[in-house]
């Protein structure tokens, strides 16, 4: 069977070897609805399973072949009908009477407690999957488990080595039925969309009920039409086709060989007469789709539509929830109430999912924050009432005991503050205290987001919130003697500190301490693993010794021995080019802060030890006597108070 041009960009976007190729070939997809308009629904729908798909690399490249055919989509924009040709006293009540979630109705709480929560996966792969179970014997379905199970958790292997598997789980672990008295005990959960249904929505308003008959009609008669083409035409041949019919498939078809630089389409007929018929948004069915689909069990199936959604609302946001033969007024209203039906979806996958990938250092919730981010593309478009109304539900979410839940909603915070600069002096107030608990948080990917989501409003957090920053500075300097290189929430911390640190009110109002004490706290992070860690530690000394005149740095006579050695050795150790420059900024305002007489008594003990150092042949690994390290900080404690003694090997 030959394989048309666009089934090869659709394997192209699935098996392509480097991220380039997947995305061209979802370029090229970009390009075939500019070409051929008509294939909207057809395109979207094929692009919907690869956004399904397993394989992550896949749904990045769906989501950019979604990205890249909205674009040449027009703008959804129709022409307002006048007030006075409202035809029956009931349009405005249609309009405004809707099956959409809204906030008035939803209860998070109630979701919380009564919604089932979405992990990794259904476990539907760990089952035996028999196509006849009625007639497959019970001992031998428990084999097949068995032999199934071991093989999905690595255990086959331990025959081959000698080590027996037998005991780890018996028939009773296989063949487990709940007994009545544990199902009347247990909790009673719902699946997340089914909740939502029956909790938070009402019936079916006589908009969407006539919306519903006119796409039937629109079918039966699109199906009907189908049928008696089908009758008059040949097997092989398009002579018996009525001649509008054949001339919209030879445009399609004839045209386009598979050899020629164009894309070959599939014989479908053109359904842009249907959309236009239906007077609805053209990605209305297919947000509808992946609404439904944020909320499968499938962690991966619940990224992709968190990525086909954010990329439509890029370039569609203004566009979502619109109705034809309405007027500004119902528009407008029609916009904001499809906004608010979405969000409160997102809402939902922020306190149900659980799902977390540890990779490195830090914890990877793909589904939480990518639908984070498309909430930040929503509430860009939603009015300042929907925001804060937001905005309280995601409040609601810092106050629960799963960090899971906490998580989802520092991540909502973080981007709602990013996008909405304009309402930031009703925002921030509102949300600041619970970001500063989650800066305190037990766990460390909550205290991660938490500092991640004031890092884009600083300044705002400066001039608006000043009576707060120096508690703010003070917990970060704190959070410092905890951090190692196996927290999460180090980069974002440090990120946060030389941000704050870089405003001059800051350093004159915030700092209780002594900078001879706080300054060695950021010795461990000039040797972190993270280059964005060892960048912003750098900034912080930059920040720190710029903004003080010599007379005024008396803090750094006495760690000025320990400064130096740690920035010699971070220079020689460095192999970034772009952080070799930021040390050559901060050896220079170093040298130029302190006096000369310190500079050469703090300098010359350890010159034979860099020159070595300096010496040190490429092909030979450094003496480690000759690095200086520092030692794990150990917690003592001094009249009855706990504090974090760093010290450091010598050479």
Same mark, same amino acid.
């Given at each position: 069977?030959?394989?048309?041009?666009?089934?090869?960009?659709?394997?192209?976007?699935?098996?392509?070897?480097? /991220?380039?190729?997947?995305?061209?070939?979802?370029?090229?997809?970009?390009?075939?609805?500019?070409?051929?308009?008509?294939?909207?629904?057809?395109?979207?729908?094929?692009?919907?399973?690869?956004?399904?798909?397993?394989?992550?690399?896949?749904?990045?490249?769906?989501?950019?072949?979604?990205?890249?055919?909205?674009?040449?989509?027009?703008?959804?924009? /129709?022409?307002?009908?006048?007030?006075?040709? =409202?035809?029956?006293?009931?349009?405005?009540?249609?309009?405004?009477? +809707?099956?959409?979630?809204?906030?008035?109705?939803?209860?998070? %709480?109630?979701?919380?407690?009564?919604?089932?929560?979405?992990?990794?996966?259904?476990?539907?792969?760990?089952?035996?999957?028999?196509?006849?179970?009625?007639?497959?014997? /019970?001992?031998?379905?428990?084999?097949?488990?068995?032999?199934?199970?071991?093989?999905?958790?690595?255990?086959?292997?331990?025959?081959?080595?000698?080590?027996?598997?037998?005991?780890?789980?018996?028939?009773?672990?296989?063949?487990?039925?709940?007994?009545?008295?544990?199902?009347?005990?247990?909790?009673?959960?719902?699946?997340?969309?089914?909740?939502?249904?029956?909790?938070?929505?009402?019936?079916?308003?006589?908009?969407?009920?006539?919306?519903?008959?006119?796409?039937?009609?629109?079918?039966?008669?699109?199906?009907?039409?189908?049928?008696?083409?089908?009758?008059?035409?040949?097997?092989? #041949?398009?002579?018996?086709?009525?001649?509008?019919?054949?001339?919209?498939?030879?445009?399609?078809?004839?045209?386009?060989?598979?050899?020629?630089?164009?894309?070959?389409?599939?014989?479908?007929?053109?359904?842009?007469?249907?959309?236009?018929? =239906?007077?609805?948004?053209?990605?209305? #069915?297919?947000?509808?789709?992946?609404?439904?689909?944020?909320?499968?069990?499938?962690?991966?199936?619940?990224?992709?539509?968190?990525?086909?959604?954010?990329?439509?609302?890029?370039?569609?946001?203004?566009?979502?929830?619109?109705?034809?033969?309405?007027?500004?007024?119902?528009?407008?209203?029609?916009?904001?109430?499809?906004?608010?039906?979405?969000?409160?979806?997102?809402?939902?996958?922020?306190?149900?999912?659980?799902?977390?990938?540890?990779?490195?250092?830090?914890?990877?919730?793909?589904?939480?924050?990518?639908?984070?981010?498309?909430?930040?593309?929503?509430?860009?478009?939603?009015?300042?009432?929907?925001?804060?109304?937001?905005?309280?539900?995601?409040?609601?979410?810092?106050?629960?005991?799963?960090?899971?839940?906490?998580?989802?909603?520092?991540?909502?915070?973080?981007?709602?503050?990013?996008?909405?600069?304009?309402?930031?002096? =009703?925002?921030?107030?509102?949300?600041?205290?619970?970001?500063?608990?989650?800066?305190?948080?037990?766990?460390?990917?909550?205290?991660?987001?938490?500092?991640?989501?004031?890092?884009?409003?600083?300044?705002?957090?400066?001039?608006?919130? +000043?009576?707060?920053?120096?508690?703010?500075?003070?917990?970060?300097?704190?959070?410092?003697?905890?951090?190692?290189?196996?927290?999460?929430?180090?980069?974002?911390?440090?990120?946060?500190?030389? $941000?704050?640190? +870089?405003?001059?009110?800051?350093?004159?109002?915030?700092?209780?301490?002594?900078?001879?004490?706080?300054?060695?706290?950021?010795? /461990?992070?000039?040797?972190?693993?993270?280059?964005?860690?060892?960048?912003?530690?750098?900034?912080?000394?930059?920040?720190?010794? #710029?903004?003080?005149?010599?007379?005024?740095?008396?803090?750094?006579?006495?760690?000025?021995?320990?400064?130096?050695?740690?920035?010699?050795?971070?220079?020689?150790?460095?192999? $970034?080019?772009?952080?070799?420059?930021?040390?050559?900024?901060?050896?220079?305002?170093?040298?130029?802060?302190?006096?000369?007489?310190?500079?050469?008594?703090?300098?010359?003990?350890?010159?034979?030890?860099?020159? %070595?150092?300096?010496?040190?042949?490429?092909?030979?690994?450094?003496?480690?006597?000759?690095?200086?390290?520092?030692?794990?900080?150990?917690?003592?404690?001094?009249?009855?108070?706990?504090?974090?003694?760093?010290?450091?090997?010598?050479?």
């Amino acid at each position: 069977m030959a394989v048309s041009r666009l089934d090869r960009l659709f394997i192209l976007l699935d098996t392509g070897t480097t /991220p380039v190729t997947r995305k061209a070939a979802a370029q090229q997809l970009g390009e075939v609805v500019k070409l051929h308009p008509h294939e909207l629904n057809n395109l979207l729908s094929k692009v919907l399973i690869y956004l399904r798909s397993t394989n992550w690399d896949t749904r990045i490249a769906a989501g950019q072949a979604v990205e890249a055919i909205v674009k040449n989509v027009p703008e959804w924009n /129709p022409v307002p009908r006048t007030k006075q040709e =409202t035809t029956s006293e009931s349009a405005m009540e249609d309009s405004s009477t +809707t099956d959409r979630l809204n906030f008035d109705r939803f209860d998070i %709480c109630r979701l919380l407690q009564h919604g089932a929560s979405l992990l990794g996966s259904a476990g539907a792969e760990f089952e035996v999957q028999d196509e006849k179970s009625g007639e497959v014997d /019970p001992k031998e379905r428990i084999a097949r488990q068995r032999k199934l199970l071991q093989k999905k958790l690595g255990l086959n292997m331990g025959e081959a080595i000698g080590m027996s598997t037998e005991e780890l789980f018996n028939d009773e672990d296989l063949d487990y039925t709940p007994t009545s008295a544990a199902l009347v005990n247990k909790q009673p959960t719902l699946q997340a969309a089914e909740l939502i249904d029956s909790e938070f929505r009402t019936g079916m308003s006589n908009r969407q009920k006539n919306k519903a008959k006119r796409m039937a009609k629109l079918f039966a008669k699109q199906r009907s039409r189908d049928a008696v083409e089908t009758n008059e035409k040949s097997n092989d #041949s398009t002579d018996g086709e009525p001649e509008e019919k054949r001339r919209k498939i030879a445009n399609v078809v004839i045209n386009q060989s598979a050899n020629d630089s164009k894309v070959l389409i599939d014989n479908t007929p053109d359904s842009s007469p249907l959309i236009e018929e =239906t007077n609805e948004w053209p990605l209305e #069915s297919f947000c509808e789709e992946l609404c439904n689909d944020l909320f499968n069990p499938s962690w991966e199936v619940r990224h992709g539509a968190g990525t086909g959604l954010r990329e439509i609302l890029k370039a569609h946001g203004k566009s979502g929830g619109k109705m034809g033969d309405s007027t500004l007024e119902e528009m407008i209203q029609q916009h904001q109430e499809w906004l608010e039906d979405l969000v409160i979806r997102l809402l939902c996958v922020f306190a149900l999912d659980r799902f977390g990938d540890f990779v490195s250092d830090e914890v990877v919730a793909p589904v939480r924050e990518t639908c984070a981010q498309t909430l930040g593309v929503v509430l860009k478009h939603m009015n300042e009432t929907g925001v804060h109304k937001t905005v309280d539900v995601l409040l609601k979410l810092l106050t629960q005991e799963q960090w899971e839940v906490r998580h989802g909603g520092l991540l909502g915070i973080k981007y709602a503050l990013a996008v909405r600069q304009d309402v930031i002096n =009703t925002l921030l107030p509102k949300v600041l205290t619970r970001i500063i608990e989650g800066l305190q948080d037990l766990d460390d990917d909550v205290r991660a987001v938490a500092a991640a989501s004031l890092v884009p409003v600083v300044e705002s957090l400066v001039y608006l919130q +000043t009576p707060k920053v120096p508690f703010i500075i003070n917990t970060l300097w704190d959070a410092l003697l905890e951090l190692d290189d196996l927290t999460a929430s180090t980069n974002s911390i440090m990120t946060l500190l030389s $941000s704050l640190l +870089t405003y001059p009110q800051v350093q004159q109002c915030s700092i209780q301490q002594s900078l001879t004490v706080l300054v060695p706290r950021v010795w /461990p992070f000039l040797h972190h693993t993270i280059s964005s860690v060892r960048r912003a530690a750098l900034e912080t000394l930059f920040t720190l010794l #710029s903004t003080q005149d010599q007379n005024s740095s008396s803090w750094l006579i006495p760690i000025l021995p320990d400064m130096l050695r740690h920035i010699f050795q971070f220079c020689v150790l460095e192999s $970034s080019q772009e952080i070799l420059d930021l040390i050559h900024k901060v050896w220079m305002e170093l040298l130029s802060k302190a006096s000369v007489q310190y500079v050469v008594a703090a300098a010359c003990p350890w010159m034979g030890a860099w020159l %070595c150092l300096m010496m040190q042949p490429s092909h030979l690994p450094i003496d480690l006597n000759m690095l200086l390290e520092v030692k794990a900080r150990a917690k003592v404690s001094v009249e009855g108070h706990n504090v974090f003694v760093c010290s450091a090997y010598n050479y």
